[in-house]
């Protein structure tokens, strides 16, 4: 089967391209069928035999016209040719001078302005529609039967009730009902806090911004460094909480008699060092005194200077004392700890049957849920020793039992331990 295809140019130069296939059958068996195809052909040769022509040969023998003819047949996307080049348009006009913008704009505005408007088919009159009025079509039927089931009956009663109801008592019923959609912010909690409905606020009213309540600053710490450092070496037993947060510019050497001082103090029970540029230099010295004192139940050491290998001693040393049930570390230096501190941290609060409540951000699940899980453990271990307690001096004072009975109870305690039949009603002690 032969196909001849041909194809007319300005140049007047006529090519043909013949494709011939051939199909071959073969019956056997199975049956199998192979087409193959000929390669395309340009005046009887394959286009393989025109690559080694030399271009250059070829358009020098072309005359200035068929030069011209072909430099019009371009490919406005070659972006080996420039921009100029690139366009076909030939402008036989010889140039009339310069260009000259403002003559140019002042010539179209001129145009635009003597051109006559078209005159209307229909002049325009105010308050007149020309042409056909839109109207829109009716809904359709599935739509009105829906409409119509959705109607309910409440009964006389009430629908003579929402007939008489003004409008706040409306929107008092649809504040309770939780249509929030069909009132606005005011009358929403209006409603609720049993208040008056806004003035001048309907169903269409707009509720404007409140205006902004200014609240006076938080004064400054007013703690006194030196006297707080006295009262500490004193031991003073009214003198419970030390609180230096937010105290700017304290020195070493400050932190030093402090944590010194702290290291012998027994009536001292909360220490909170927030934002006070604690560094690693003074975390040592703490984590030392730490592991000596024995009343310190609360240590906040937030937003400070302090490095993960810093939390980890401070943690490291709550294991010796058996005082400290709280303690923050969050907002330092480095956000975040990494898998191998938090690992560690997570190791050491598992060692520490005292801690109740821990504040640092952990970012990997399984740190979090093998903490909470620990604290939760103490939580539950210590609310039962207190409930064990008071049980036992109940139990001691109303029928005279003495240290057998004490004895007994702790050995029930530790059955219910080793059975894991400890309560676990109570919030998790991870912050």
Known sequence: MAETVEETYETEVRR???????KIEETSSTTKTTTMTTP???????LSEYDEIDVDELLNKLSAEEINILAKEVDPDDTFLPPSQRCSYDCEKEPTGPL?????????????????????????????VRGKKWIPPPPPLKEQQADEQIAVDLGDEYEQALSLATQEEIIDLAAILGFHSMMNQDQYH????????????????ITKASKQKIYPMEPPNSTDPDESIKKVQDDDPKYIDL?????????????????EALANNTHLETLSLANVGLTDRGVENLAQALEKNNTIRVVNVETNLISPTGIVRLIKSLLKTKSVEEFRASNQRSQVLGNKIEMEITQLIEKNTRLLRLGLHLEYNDARHRIASHLQRNIDTSIYLVLLSAQYFENAACLGWGRPAHSVLWSRLRRRRR????????????L
């Open 16 to 22: 043909k391209v013949i494709r011939t296939s051939f």
């Open 40 to 46: 395309a052909k340009l005046y009887g040769r394959d």
């Open 100 to 128: 000259n913008r403002k003559q140019l704009i002042d010539h179209i505005n001129k145009q635009a302005i003597e051109t006559p408007d078209k005159p209307e088919l229909k002049p325009y009159v105010a308050g007149t």
């Open 190 to 205: 209006a409603s609720l806090l049993n208040k008056n409905q806004p003035v001048g606020l309907g169903w269409d009213g």
């Open 243 to 259: 609180n230096w947060n937010n105290i700017k510019n304290i020195s070493d050497e400050k932190f030093d008699s402090l944590f």
């Open 419 to 430: 059975m894991g039949q400890l309560p676990r009603n109570y919030m998790v002690g991870y």
